[in-house]
Nanobody
């Protein structure tokens, strides 16, 4: 069984910064893509940023230039540095990973429980 645990959410003023972390644990042979999604009230969950095991990154247009995703493969952890936060970044933020639990198993998609980020003055 694989688990993702997020941390780092909270309340921040517009223009401020937060750093989200997500650590994977359990039966892990390899992790392919890791990413961050967000879901605002009344809206669909959307992809914000992703990073492959080799470090290739992708960002939603709404966060390019403001957010930076990184990962520590040795710790099975992904980070999201969020700068210049805006009220529209307010959402529940979820970590996501594509994991191969064992050398012989198929890849599975795992989600974290979510962490609230609120940007407000």
């Amino acid at each position: 069984q694989v688990q993702l645990v997020e941390s780092g959410g909270g309340l921040v003023q517009p223009g401020g910064s937060l750093r989200l972390s997500c650590a994977a644990s359990g039966s892990i042979f390899s992790i392919d893509v890791m990413g961050w999604y967000r879901q605002a009230p009344g809206k669909r969950r959307e992809s914000v940023a992703s990073i492959t095991s080799t470090g290739s990154t992708d960002y939603a247009d709404s966060v390019k230039g403001r957010f930076s995703i990184s990962r520590d493969n040795a710790k099975n952890t992904v980070y999201l540095q969020m700068n210049s936060l805006k009220p529209e970044d307010t959402a529940v933020w979820y970590c996501n990973a594509i994991v191969r639990p064992t050398a012989l198993s198929s890849k599975i998609i795992v989600w974290g429980q979510g962490t609230q980020v609120t940007v407000s003055s």
